[in-house]
């Protein structure tokens, strides 16, 4: 004879014993290799909006000469809002400015930042993709001689943003099991 089990017997969600931290029932991703490597391409990609940051500020002389940098009072974004072409061009050209300078260099150092110290990774993957999202509709994909109408490095980047906020990829070679540790309200939620 079996036993059915009983509303005393079985353990609901709310009661069950909380995986030890550290754990593999604690992770996301239960594979360590893929851990590293979710926490790798999370380093790559903060590397991605960092650059930008010191490059456009000081001049480091890549894509940005020293007489451009923002320092030597140029605008980070009026270069690329003024060159760009097809049917958002006037939209974005217009909003070529200081306001702009600001809210495009705190958004991608913010970002960058995040991804860096694996912590905030929900935010900065909404932050860092409306970011990607509008340079992929200022570049306009659609004008014949792109390189690809449909899909191209900026919506890869938004793809990856959200995968590596989804799989808690800050808790690899970062501080985002701390973070959601402490009392910071929301950390372990919307902040994490």
Known sequence: MTSVPTAATTTSPSTAPSPAPGSAADHVVTSAAARRALATARLLLACVFLWPVADKSLGLGYATPPEAAWVAGASPTAGFLGSLTGPPAGLFGALAGPVVDWLFMLGMLGTG??????????????????????LWVATWPFAPGSANPVVDQHLVYVAVL??????????????????????????????R
């Open 162 to 191: 959200a995968v590596l906020a989804l799989t808690r990829s800050g808790d690899t070679w970062g501080l985002g099991r701390a973070w959601a540790g402490s009392r910071v309200p929301g950390t372990s939620t919307v902040l």
């Open 113 to 134: 930042l995040a991804l860096l110290l694996g912590i905030g990774l929900r935010v900065a993957a909404v932050a860092g993709g409306l970011l990607m999202l509008s």
